[in-house]
C-alpha cells in the first residue's frame, strides 16, 4: 500500500471510493451531505459517537436474518438458509417478469445474473471445498476473485455466457445440496477445524478456519449479494431511470 495520502481543502464532491482501505482515515471539519458508505465498517466514530453499534442494530432490525447467520445453533443456521433461498427465489420470479433485466447492470456493479454466477463459486470454494473437503473442480459458469493465478483456474471457464435459467438450475441444486448437509450437521462438526485440501486453489486463506467460519462466509456472501441485487434491481425499475 502507498503511503498515507493528506487531502486539504480539495473538493472531492461527487468523488467515488472504490475497493479502497481506509482504515483509519479521518475526515476532520468536512462537508458530507447525501453521502453513501457500503463496505465492512467497524468502529466508526462520527461527531465524537461511535455509530457503528446503531448501523448493526438497525441491520439487524430490517433483516433478521443476519440474527440467524450469526448464530452456533444448527437449528438457527438451517432456518438462515431456508430464509436466504426463499429470498433469492422471490428475487429471480421478479427478474423473470423483466426479461433481459438480468444482464443489466448500474454503477460499475455486476449485473444479477454474474452476481448468481458469482454464488455459485462461493458455494464451490467456501462450502464445497471448505466445508465439504472437496478437491473437485469448481462449476465451470461460477465467476470467481479476479486475483491471480486464481481468477480462471480449477474449472473456471471465463469464455461461458449461460442464460438465466442455467445459473437457476445450478444455484437450486447447491442450495439443496447446503440444506441437506445442514440437517445432519452437529455443534461439533461446526466447531471442528475445516477440511480444506492441500493445494494451492481458492481460497487459500482459509486453512485453520473452523468450518462454521466457512460456513459462515457462504451465508453472508448470500445475503450480502442478495441486497446488492435487489438495490441494483432497484435502481434499473426506478421510474427516471435513464
Known amino acids: 500500500m502507498r503511503s498515507m495520502t493528506r487531502y486539504v481543502d480539495e473538493d472531492l464532491h461527487g468523488a467515488e471510493f472504490r475497493e479502497c482501505e481506509l482504515s483509519g482515515a479521518r475526515l476532520i471539519g468536512v462537508v458530507m451531505q447525501d453521502a453513501v458508505i457500503d463496505g465492512l465498517v467497524t468502529n466508526l466514530v462520527v461527531n465524537g459517537v461511535e455509530v457503528t453499534g446503531y448501523v448493526e442494530a438497525e441491520l439487524d432490525r430490517r ?3 443476519r440474527v440467524l447467520i450469526r448464530s452456533e445453533d444448527p437449528a438457527d443456521l438451517r432456518e438462515a438458509a431456508r430464509l436466504l433461498h426463499a429470498g433469492w427465489a422471490a428475487t429471480i420470479e421478479r427478474i423473470r417478469r ?33 466445508c465439504l473437503g472437496s478437491a473437485g473442480l469448481f462449476t465451470p459458469m461460477g465467476i470467481g476473485t479476479t486475483v491471480e493465478p486464481y481468477r480462471g483456474a480449477h474449472g473456471i471457464d471465463l469464455s461461458l455466457d449461460p442464460d438465466l435459467d442455467e445459473v437457476v438450475s ?14 445432519e450437521v452437529t455443534p461439533a462438526r461446526l466447531a471442528a477445524r475445516a477440511p480444506v485440501p ?4 481458492w481460497p487459500p486463506y482459509a486453512r485453520g478456519r473452523s468450518v462454521r467460519q466457512c460456513l459462515g462466509t457462504v451465508l453472508n456472501e448470500t445475503f450480502e449479494h442478495h441486497g446488492f441485487c435487489v438495490r441494483d434491481l432497484d435502481l434499473i425499475e426506478a421510474p427516471d431511470a435513464g
Do not use: K, M, Y
Not at 445450478?170 to 440437517?183: D, F, G, I, Y
Open 63 to 65: 433483516h433478521p436474518v
Open 98 to 130: 423483466t426479461p433481459g433485466i438480468e444482464r443489466r447492470s448500474v454503477n460499475d456493479e455486476w449485473s444479477a445474473l454474474q452476481t448468481l454466477r458469482h454464488l455459485v463459486f462461493v458455494h464451490d470454494s467456501w462450502f464445497r471445498r471448505c
Open 170 to 183: 445450478v444455484r437450486a441444486a447447491q442450495a439443496a445440496e447446503l440444506e441437506a448437509w445442514l440437517e
Open 198 to 201: 492441500d493445494d494451492d486453489v
